[in-house]
């Protein structure tokens, strides 16, 4: 009997479920944050008996077989990469993208992460960087005695030098976009990076190419629906406990097969 | 005497049969565009002994056996998930994607775009519009797909998504990953597509759940009658084999 087996992969695959839904949730409140959703696949199916198979010499065929499925497995988490909230801070470095594009960031390995989270800061150097301190690619510096920074919809970063009359500009933000924005690896700290599934990354100026544009004082919230979360979360329960019922009616029969005298 | 055992026994084997089919509808409660089984079962008539022959004539004997295991093709139901790239199927249509072994037909409408642009169902297989593979360039964005499987982007018509039909459905087999094959598909005709959604697995938990007790049950009831057969069958020889009776 196959059916413990397979309500086992039900309660794998629920598992596993739960485990995305509560990461989602976790990272309600994370900027940039994009959703995650399990999908499933069904497993092979073993055919007892073959539709189309003859039947008799008369060429009577069998119409529908009979087919037992082995259940089921996660597939897929793909990412939901809709556009998040954009929540106003007021806070003259922080960023936004409204449309396809990721900030790029120089990972401490070399390698360059791509991120929505645009809440930037300035590291003592006067460097352009992330919450963790890693540079922006391309990276721009900001003088001390600048004031009045402006970020304008297409990434060019302007300033007003000391006593000034007039900006000057510090430098030219770029963004990328990708063929598959789904196909990223997440390397945790709100990162992506590129890879075979994702393709390689177009780098461009905001504004052009579909790469959405840039709004100053304004953050990315995370795409995560609350209500969307709970919903999954209950049905992923009831599905568990489901094909943990479907466990203990197998026992039972098993156990009645052992009975048998 | 022992064809009591043996009617009970096929019908024990198919029952367990049965449970696997319900265990596998459950284990496939969410995922999306599954299509739940029903299984069928019939009677197998044993071969009498040649009649009139003897006066009383042997009596029927149906075994039971499996028969078929029915897709149940109704309508999962549609949830909104906003993405662009998300497709529900209203109607007996079902997306053709290019399979290693050829064709094969899905309901599942989560669909991703590849590193080379082009559009795939969850396991990779390019799923395909009236004119083959659909290509997106890196330019192209705001991907909408119209009710009749339309694709247009910022940089204008892509095709039309392929929609197959089948007249018996029974016949289509299912190859694992939400995929089916068969063989002659038809143009859907009356099947609307729905961008930003995606058909559920049509299993509803209170009618498998009902299946398994009552599977379970009857399987207990067999399992007790054998028991009894067997008793009855003690007794006589016990009674038969008795001198002094």
Redesign the interface.
Known sequence: ????Y??S??MA??ER?VEVISNNIANMRTTGFKRQ?V???????Q???R??AQTSDQATQ???????????RA??T?R?M?QGNIDQTEKELDLAIR??GFFMVKLPDGRTGYTRDGSFERDSTGLLVNVNGYQIQPGITIPDNANSISISADGLVQAFIGTDTAPTQLGQLQLA?F??K??LESVGDNNYIET????AP?VGLPNG??MGNLLQGYLEGSNVNPVTEIADLI??Q??YE??A??IT??D??LQ??S??? | MENAQLISLSRQIALQRQMDVVANNLANINTTGFKGETILFEDYLMPGAADEAFLDGDRDLHFVQDWGTMHNMESGGIQQTGNQLDVALEGTGFLVVQGPNGEAYTKNGSLQIDATGTLVDIGGNPVLSDLGPITFEPSETSITIGKNGAIFTNEGAKGHLRLAEFANVGELQKAGDNLFTGTNPQPAVATTVVQGAIEHSNVTGVTEIATMIRVQRAYQTLATIVQQQEDVRRTAINRLGDLNA
């Open positions: 009997m196959k059916a413990l397979i309500a992969t039900g695959a629920q479920n959703r999908e499933f696949q069904d497993l092979l199916y055919a007892y008996r539709a189309g069998v119409p529908v077989g009979v087919e037992v499925g082995s259940g089921v597939a897929a793909p939901i809709s449309g396809e976009r063929v598959n789904a196909g075979a599934g994702s393709g177009q190419d579909g049905a992923a009831r599905a489901m094909n019922r479907v009616g197998a039972e029969m009645a097969t009975q048998m005298r």
